[in-house]
């Protein structure tokens, strides 16, 4: 896995994680795998940008891999924004 799949994957799980979910698991059982699976919960905006944005101010990516990291966070999994 890339460094930058990484530090993705780290922002999914700690957002889910702050919702109460075990991503890894959802990941184990299949859910994700189903179409639209995060629709199902939700998450203020801003609590999703700071999340991003803790992550990438302590990874150890460059400008362009921590911008490939945001915009596939954004158009990837992500709960809906409430």
Request: aromatic fraction near 10%.
């Amino acid at each position: 896995m890339r460094k930058e799949e990484k530090v993705l994957m780290e922002v999914y799980r700690t957002v889910y994680k702050e919702l109460g979910i075990d991503l890894d698991k959802l990941i184990e059982d299949g859910t994700t795998r189903e179409d639209m699976w995060f629709m199902q919960y939700e998450m203020s905006l801003e609590r999703q940008e700071e999340i991003l944005n803790d992550i990438l101010s302590k990874s150890k990516l460059n400008k362009y891999q921590k911008r490939t990291v945001e915009m596939n966070y954004w158009l990837g999994c992500s709960p809906k924004n409430s």
